[in-house]
């Protein structure tokens, strides 16, 4: 009959299998063996022993409970065990309990069993290893469906997504729906109901960090990983090796960075083991964005630390790229993503157009720019000619590719730790002025005209490399020691105090101001201002200065010019020198000249030239006397001057001329001033003093000094010398 009418069944089973009494109303009993046989659509294959059965009329029901041994169902190869109670009844086979099956356990209160599937509303799933060994994967709270011939389980959480607990992996994640495939031993799981936000697929890294993620998160529940977590909407988790692999995973965050998987896939082995990532890509950190570093491989060990390395694009101010390579990349003790690399000498790597580099390069996280420890070296071919190359240069500091600046000590070191030289030297053999822009071309005995430390820079407006200090750089009009090189006209200027190199004994000489050296053509050009110091009649002083100052047609100096204000500030100070600036330009002169200034002879403007026939440095023209002594001049007078260096002696000459008839002349070498003028009551003045009361006191181990009276003929020839040599310097030109 009908198999819906239990009571075919149930007789027949009676007489089959009836060990104890039947009783109408509610009869149990006990089978031995007991069967049901596959009908299509209705009924799976059910083979039991020892079951209790029970006969409950108000349901029209048969109840089978299992004993000892468990259920077979569904006559499966691999088998699919109930462990529970079934019931069998007009609305068809349902149980409550627990159905093994392989190495899982489907824990539901409500069974339907159909021939060749079975659903649960509620239902709790638990796998095992393959060896049965371990809990490899555990959730609750899913409505299931199995389909014993498309071999796969389906599972649909009942509120939201659901917690997933990976125990061998000691990982969990929350997911609304996934798919056990019996025969390929993987269980995929997705999660459907959390969409990512729009646009995430065209957002760059730095838009994605800022995205609150939500839905299908991975926790590690690993002691030592701090709770590391990501997010993937779909994941696979292979039976036969317990691994997870996740896909569609966008973003790690760990410690202070964003770390973005190359293939968006991430694999956890058993005690949460992440594989290393390969092609990444790092943000860092995700609150400043300074940092991106990609094609990175990185070895993430929890929440707050991971390793690796990666290549950094690093970005000059021309906008062109050059790569990095990070070989250690990890976080530091204060959670700081920091990464360490190196530059070979020989990979032509460059920081500007205009600064080579090679060393070690740092990245701080929270700092925007990179710390970079090694050697630069500037670019240009005004020394091509000689057979030392531009020297690498040893500096440590922070690079701004848009803006560099790199430290300059007085102490200068090149690679192979030797001396590096920043100035405008006198050779003492040959007597030769030359520059050494950082270079290590330069002899310890040779003179220092002018040097400078500080900050080397490049100004791509003038074409020069400069080196003094930042505030000088920024604002050049600022007294500060400056040294420049400009790559178009091969020219090296100095700024600040300068020593002309002059050993003077007695007399003391003072300059401040510039000196511009021509590496071609090889020439030397200095404007200055320079204080002369030496013991002289004080009478004849005063008529110098009496005379200069009755010739009132005479030009006027200006005092606020480029070289005398800057001068003044090296002296006084910028504030200082500002105060005697403003009086000078409201007066024309000081009310009172600060010791500073007060010197036998103030020259407040002249220009020199060296010259190599003469080997000195010579100016015949316009020469502005600032002051003699307390008198204040500031009047250009003409005439001459040259500082001469020589082996048997160094000599320093000047002459003033009023007019053709009217001039002074002073020439000071090896411990004697001599002096002449065209007025025979100066002249006077030096012969009717005696001898004595002509030579400084000095003391002992010094040089020793006096001054007398020189000849006219003395004075006619040093100035045909001087015509002499600034013709032979036309005839060269």
Known sequence: GDHRDLHYPLRRQRQMCIRDSFYPDRTTTIAKNYQLKEMKGELPNVEAKNVQQVFDPDKNALIIRQTKEPIVMYREDDDSYFEGELMYSTLGLEGDGRMNIKEADIDSRHFIFKDRIFDCDTADFKMRTLDDANMAFETKNYKAHVDYDERKAEFKSNGGSSLVNFPLNQYICYMDRFEWHMDKEEIALANELEKQPEGMDYMDLKEIAELDLSGSEFISVHPAQDSLRFFSSEAKYSLKDNIIYATDVKIIKVADAAIYPGDRQITILKKAEMLPLKDAQILANTVTKYHILNKANVNILGRLDYRGNAYYEYVDEMESMQEIFF?????????????????????????????????????????????????????????????????????????????????????????????????????????????????????????????????????????????????????????????????????????????????????????????????????????????????????????????????GNLEPVSLTGEIYTKSLGLIFGTEEADKIITELNLYGELEKIPKEL?????????????????????????????????????????????????????RFTIYLELSSSHYYYFSYRRGLMEAYSSKDVFNKLITDTDADNRRMKVGSGEQSYAYYISTKRRVESFLKKLRNAEMEEEKEE
């Not at 050494?436 to 003038?462: C, M, P, V």
């Not at 002879?601 to 020469?623: Q, R």
């Open 327 to 551: 070989d250690e990349i990890k976080v530091d003790s204060s959670l700081q993503t920091v990464a360490s690399g190196r530059v070979s000498d020989t990979a032509n790597f460059t920081l500007s157009p205009y600064f080579d580099y090679a060393g070690k390069v740092k990245l701080q996280a929270s700092k925007e720019f990179l710390y970079f420890n090694g050697m630069a070296r500037i670019k240009h071919d005004c020394f091509a000619k000689d057979s030392v190359r531009n020297a690498w240069v040893r500096f440590e500091t922070e690079i701004n590719p848009k803006d560099i600046y790199i430290p300059i000590g007085e102490e200068i070191e090149n690679h192979d730790f030797k001396k590096v030289y920043a100035g405008i030297y006198v050779a003492n053999d040959s007597l030769q002025v030359y520059s050494a822009f950082l270079r290590t071309w330069h002899k310890y005995s040779d003179t220092e005209i002018i040097s400078a430390s500080g900050f080397l820079t490049y100004d791509k407006e003038s074409h020069e490399y400069r080196i003094s200090t930042k505030e000088k750089l920024k604002q050049l009009s600022l007294p500060d020691k400056y040294l420049s090189l400009s790559v178009f006209k091969c020219m090296t200027r100095g700024e600040g105090q300068l020593s002309l190199g002059a050993n003077l004994g007695q007399v003391e000489m003072t300059a401040f101001g510039r000196v511009d050296h021509h590496i071609i053509p090889d020439s030397t050009d200095i404007r200055m201002l320079m204080f002369l110091d030496f013991f002289f009649k004080k009478e004849c002083l005063e008529m110098l200065a009496d005379d200069i100052a009755s010739y």
């Open 598 to 650: 007060k010197h036998t002879i103030t020259i407040a403007d002249v220009e020199l030239t060296w010259n190599s026939k003469t080997k000195s440095y010579i100016t015949m023209g316009k020469i502005g006397i600032g002051a003699i002594g307390d008198k204040q001049l500031n009047r250009y007078v003409n005439g001459a001057i040259e500082i001469q260096r020589h082996r048997s002696g160094d």
